[in-house]
């Protein structure tokens, strides 16, 4: 496993969408700074603050020009049922393959039950890794706040 470092190109992970169809990151955020959210479950209260969070973040996000997708191992179903709750509008995988996302972009995967532990990224509208945010447990991750002053300051000063 690999953990993946400012500058980094993030890999190319394809989502299973809600709905049917399958979205590519890499396409989804190209040209715009993006933010990844691996998420541990709909489960998960932090979790589901911080798709909630981002969710009314999104004019503040828009004006920044950036676009966030998220991910999780929940299933289609279950997954559907989130997005409805939290009324998400932003893609949002389902039915990802613990193992293969963490060996792709470094997660700590949950052994037993099985789920990916808080992961988030913050992208250059080229594709690269402007910070990267590795949780092992419930709390540590993006906030939309923070994601938003990085993007301004990135955008001012031609890095972070």
């Known amino acids: 496993m690999t953990l993946l470092h400012p500058g980094s190109a993030f890999p190319d992970l394809r989502l299973d969408l809600v709905g049917g169809g399958t979205v590519s990151v890499r396409d989804e ?4 700074f993006g933010v990844v959210l691996i998420y541990r479950g709909s489960w998960c209260p932090y979790c589901n603050a911080q798709l909630r969070a981002f969710q009314r973040a ?17 299933d289609e179903v279950t997954t ?3 997005v409805d709750k939290l009324r998400l509008t932003f893609p949002v995988g389902h ?45 540590g991750r993006l906030v939309p706040e923070d994601v938003m002053g990085l993007i301004k300051y990135h955008k001012e000063h031609g890095g972070a």
């Open 29 to 32: 955020l190209a040209g715009h």
């Open 58 to 74: 999104h004019d503040g996000l828009a004006a920044v020009d950036a676009k966030v997708v998220a991910l999780s191992v929940d």
């Open 80 to 82: 559907k049922a989130l």
């Open 95 to 139: 039915s990802a393959d613990a193992h293969a996302v963490a060996e792709a972009t470094g997660a700590f995967v949950n052994p037993d039950p099985e789920y990916l532990q808080s992961t988030g990224f913050v992208l250059d509208p080229s594709g690269e890794i402007v910070v990267s945010v590795y949780s092992s447990g419930a709390i």
